[in-house]
């Protein structure tokens, strides 16, 4: 028995597929990927708003791409620790969660890191992005975003604003608010979201800017008022709350946002793949409904609009941390 085609039917659809494959040599390669479970790598501890993106993602993209996408929470080092290993990955099936923090802000914070953001990594989509409010203690004598402005320039120094640390969201947060508005206002970083808030509500602190899922139970229990989103629009959940857009600062946005990565090494047919895979996975009714809980909102971008989007975020943070002379704890 010899190995040729049996009949000249069989011999016709080999020999189309194999023009077909010459053709387009990188077909056959982006059928194959993935070839194996895909590794999602979430550079923080488990819970808060990375868990409940990159776990809705990783779940829509297991039925569109066919393989297990599994996440694996791997916090450390502002994030800096996962952005390195990553880096690194050479099997093709290891991806990252991307965010303000290990992209736009920590390349100017720290002064050496195991990652270069722009060139170990392949953009693929901009998932979400979650708002930031600003809000202020109750008995502060201020109604919106324009009067609080006005009591800080007033005050120079007497107003103080809490947050999670030196470079957490919300100190970059408030830091880019006074830079635009050009006030002063004391900067009080603790040790987590959790006790900042505990001050700011039993009236410690005068203000602060905090992600939308930690603190919205406590503006419509009248514990905190909001008096400004950090959106370009206003956000469903306080549709009475004007952005700061709105409230005369052009250009203004605050979001802490989450985008997945790949090694740079990722071949060219598996990110064609995987990009719109990743863009439809938070668009589902499901995702959609896992982050309505947090407030989040999504995106869904091709490759090019997330480095845009990514070069934008830099541009913008760069001057706020050095203008405010920002440090990690």
């Known amino acids: 028995m010899n190995d040729f085609p049996t009949t000249r039917r069989q011999w016709l659809a080999m020999s189309a597929a194999a023009g077909t494959a010459a053709l387009w040599p ?10 194996k479970a895909v590794r999602f790598v979430v550079p923080f501890a488990p819970g808060g708003s990375s868990e409940i993106v990159a776990r809705a993602t990783a779940a829509e993209m297991t039925k569109s791409l066919g393989q297990s996408v599994y ?23 290891t991806l990252i969660l991307g965010h303000i923090g290990t992209l736009a802000v920590n390349p100017y914070i720290f002064p050496k890191l195991p990652y270069d953001p722009n060139k170990d990594f392949k953009p693929v989509s901009l998932l979400a992005k979650v708002p930031s409010l600003y809000v202020v203690h109750p008995d502060l004598p201020v109604k919106n975003l324009k009067e609080l402005v006005a009591l800080a320039k007033a005050k120079p120094g007497r107003l103080t ?56 139970q406590f503006i419509k229990a009248g514990k905190l008022r909001c008096i400004a989103t950090g959106t370009a629009q206003r956000i469903p959940q306080l549709p009475d709350v004007p952005t ?7 250009g203004f946005e605050m979001t ?17 793949r995987l990009a719109p895979a990743a863009a439809a996975a938070v668009k589902t009714p499901a995702s959609l409904e896992h982050f309505k809980t947090e407030a989040a909102l999504a995106v869904g971008s091709t490759p090019a609009e997330f480095a845009a989007f990514i070069a934008a975020e830099q541009k913008r943070w760069k001057p706020v941390i050095e203008r405010a002379k920002i440090k990690p704890d």
């Open 256 to 272: 802490q946002w989450y985008g997945l990565l790949a090694p740079s090494n990722l071949s060219q047919a598996a990110l064609d």
């Open 71 to 93: 996440v694996d929470n791997k916090p450390g080092g502002a994030g800096n620790v996962a952005m390195g290993e990553v880096a690194r990955a050479e099997d093709q099936h």
């Open 26 to 35: 990188g077909l056959s390669a982006a059928q194959a990927w993935p070839a």
């Open 244 to 250: 700061v857009v709105e409230q005369g600062f052009p």
């Open 161 to 216: 604003y809490g947050s999670a640390g030196n470079g957490s969201a919300g100190h970059l947060a408030m830091e880019y608010l006074k830079m635009a508005s050009d006030s002063f206002m004391l900067h009080v970083p603790y040790r987590g979201t959790g006790p900042m808030l505990t001050d700011l509500m039993a009236g410690r602190l005068d203000a602060a800017s905090v992600g939308a899922p930690a603190i919205i």
